[in-house]
């Protein structure tokens, strides 16, 4: 997680670039994700969960954790209306939580070009598809790992991305409620860090046993073959719950640092982490969480991958977004870095938890020059 949790995420990614005031002509921008590249038409739904067996972590007044869960799926058929990317609200909250977007409209990102269908019906499956659950990084919404769960459900997984209510940004309940973030706004410490990977580890555990007790959900979902994703603070809990939790069976960490910087257990099960190259090995930067993590990891199933000219945004929504909102490109494009993760991430899963043989994942590729090997 990153030290500046209580800055806005939009700043955060544009951190390393100066920019001057948006041009008038890009006041109105449009926002669109890459359209997915497998067989199946994708469809998504929205659940609102309640765990009433604890309060919530982070606020006083409550005394029930609320979620929001969207679920992408491979649908039978690409009709009806796209689901939308964020609402009003959320939107608002995260444009205007960054200065330099005063001239765009509050509403902008609610009407990014989506692909997944809403509430179409699921496309049947003997068996159940495997399931991969996301959890975003800190202040972020779980919408902004949408390109990685449309590309998954297209691929033939059913996908759980996980709203951590007071951790993101903007939260839009049904009800019509808006909260926004309170996680660590005194600051980021170590127990700061500590408390939001238990936080996130009930989270996951809670909406994985609420799918398995859904009669609509639990027949889509093959129990056996489970994965986690994050990025950020959601890739270094996805690391901490690997070896302690009994329903996921591998995990990917998308450039997330870890703190703790060592888990409970040795991580056995698959487990890959991708991140920028201030996270290769010895890089001298002043985090090296990873490399105080990997002698932790000892299943054959892992890897240790960085991609050139990768930023922390570079790994989900935000690396087509926030350029075409005006805010400053990284050195690398932003569709080639979505490619890249999108490509390396679904080897994983297919080998992890369809059994297939990929061997993007063996040894570095001349098709991806910049994904190194560690």
Do not use: C
């Not at 009407?111 to 959890?135: D, I």
């Not at 309940?173 to 808006?178: A, E």
């Not at 410490?189 to 009669?215: H, I, Q, S």
């Not at 994983?348 to 190194?372: C, I, M, N, Q, T």
Request: aromatic letters at 6%.
């Amino acid at each position: 997680m990153k030290k500046t949790v209580t800055a806005s995420v939009l700043a955060l990614s544009a951190s390393l670039t100066t920019l001057g005031a948006i041009p008038a002509e890009a006041a109105a921008p449009v926002t669109a994700l890459p359209a997915p590249t497998g067989d199946h038409p994708v469809g998504r739904t929205d659940l609102h969960l309640i765990d009433s067996s604890r309060p919530d972590p982070w606020v006083t007044d409550r005394n029930a954790r609320e979620l929001m869960v969207s679920i992408w799926y491979p649908a039978r058929k690409a009709a009806g209306k796209r689901a939308p990317y964020l609402t009003p609200q959320e939107s608002e909250l995260i444009i205007r939580s960054e200065p330099r977007l005063a001239d765009v409209p509050a509403d902008t990102l609610a009407k990014t070009v989506t692909h997944a269908r809403a509430g179409v019906p699921a496309q049947q499956r003997k068996g159940g598809w495997p399931l991969v659950v996301l959890s975003p990084g800190m202040t972020l919404p779980r919408a902004s790992m949408t390109s990685l769960a449309e590309e998954f459900a297209s691929r033939g997984y059913l996908v759980a991305g996980i709203e951590h209510t007071y951790e993101s940004l903007a939260t839009t309940f049904p009800d019509g409620r808006t909260v926004t973030f309170e996680a660590g706004k005194a600051g980021q410490t170590p127990e700061t860090g500590e408390k939001v990977a238990r936080v996130r580890a009930a989270d996951t555990e809670f909406v994985l046993k609420r799918l398995e007790a859904d009669k609509r959900w639990k027949r889509l979902i093959d129990e056996r073959r489970i994965a986690m994703v994050g990025h950020s603070v959601g890739g270094q809990s996805a690391a901490h719950l690997l070896p302690v939790s009994g329903r996921i069976k591998a995990a990917v960490n998308l450039d997330g640092t870890y703190n703790p910087k060592t888990p409970a257990k040795p991580l056995v099960k698959p487990f890959m982490m991708i991140g920028n190259p201030r996270h290769q090995p010895e890089s001298g930067g002043k985090d090296g969480s990873w490399d105080l993590f990997w002698p932790h990891v000892k299943g054959d199933g892992k890897r240790w991958l960085t991609v050139t000219g990768a930023e922390h945004m570079s790994f989900m929504d935000y690396a087509v977004l926030l350029p075409q909102l005006g805010l400053p490109k990284t050195p690398i494009d932003g569709k080639r870095a979505l490619k890249i993760t999108r490509s390396y991430v679904t080897a994983f899963l297919d080998a992890h938890l369809k059994g297939e043989r990929r061997p993007l994942l063996d040894k570095p590729s001349r098709k991806y020059p910049e994904v190194k090997f560690w």
